[in-house]
């Protein structure tokens, strides 16, 4: 009997402190560190602009071997050629721990360079391969230094700040060349800053917040929301169970000694 009663004490008490319990473990857990078990649109989309950047590059650079004039091209090709074969076997390794399924050629437009570049030869092709390469990175290195800024997934974050580095290093190898028509190229699209927003909204004729608003507004978006309890609530979670944890003894001891 005596062991009976205090089997239905201990899971009433055990009923009233798992919500205090919960409580205490998630103010206890630490920070969110990202989710490496999946990826969003945006982290497939970073590796498949890098996959399809690689691939086209590759091909590309089996061309300069016997298609380009100048030894600078060609070898600023294997250079290309060496790294995006690395480059690749890294994002194909990531889209299988995170099951993104990845293309298996260049997109639209890389094809179309590809052809482009299958009929020259010469000088026209050393000036046409550098152009196109160093077109194709500037669009590869926005979106990767994107994902390195922007993921949550630490493993896209790792291969992403890898593909930085790789692609800075194509953009500096193509241009060493001197072949890069730097008139060609589009102009950065680059965030704007806190007065070019002030200055946009009073062009509007809205009301121009101040700097202090503007900073605040956006430190309030970007920063994200923790809804673990207060150190207080945690603190009277503590008590609480204390007090119960207390309460349950001296029940076990009135019950064991009126036996």
């Known amino acids: 009997m005596i062991a009976r009663i205090l089997v239905l004490l201990a899971a009433a008490v055990l009923a009233m402190m798992s919500p205090i319990m ?14 490496n078990s999946s990826a969003s649109q945006s982290d497939q989309d970073v590796l498949t602009m890098v996959m399809q950047s690689a691939m086209w590059e590759i091909q590309a650079g089996g061309m300069a ?19 995006d074969t690395a480059l690749n076997q890294q994002a194909a390794q990531l889209a299988g721990r995170l099951g993104v399924q990845l ?10 360079w590809l052809s482009q570049l299958h009929d020259e030869a010469g000088a026209t092709f050393d000036h046409d391969y550098v152009n196109l390469a160093r077109q194709g990175n500037g669009k590869v290195f926005t979106a990767v230094a994107a994902a390195r800024a922007g993921t949550k997934n630490d493993l896209i974050k790792q291969f992403a700040q890898s593909a930085v ?58 920063q994200p929301t923790d809804d ?30 009126s036996a």
């Open 228 to 257: 673990r309890p207060s150190p207080a609530v945690v603190l009277v979670g503590v008590l609480l169970i204390g007090a119960l944890a207390w309460g349950t003894v001296m029940i076990i001891r009135r019950v064991v000694n």
């Open 65 to 83: 071997r016997n298609q380009a004039q100048a030894a600078v091209v060609r070898t600023a090709a294997a250079t290309l050629v060496a790294d």
């Open 103 to 112: 293309p298996g050629q260049p997109d639209a437009d890389q094809q179309g």
């Open 165 to 222: 580095g790789t692609v800075m290093k194509h953009m500096t190898v193509l241009e060493d060349t001197r072949l890069v028509d730097s008139a060609s190229l589009p102009d950065p699209a680059l965030p704007q800053t806190t007065d070019q927003a002030q200055a946009g909204a009073a062009g509007q004729g809205g009301a121009t917040p101040t700097t202090a608003q503007v900073t605040q507004q956006a430190n309030s978006t970007a």
């Open 22 to 35: 919960a409580a205490v473990a998630h103010a206890a857990a630490p920070g969110d560190q990202g989710d």
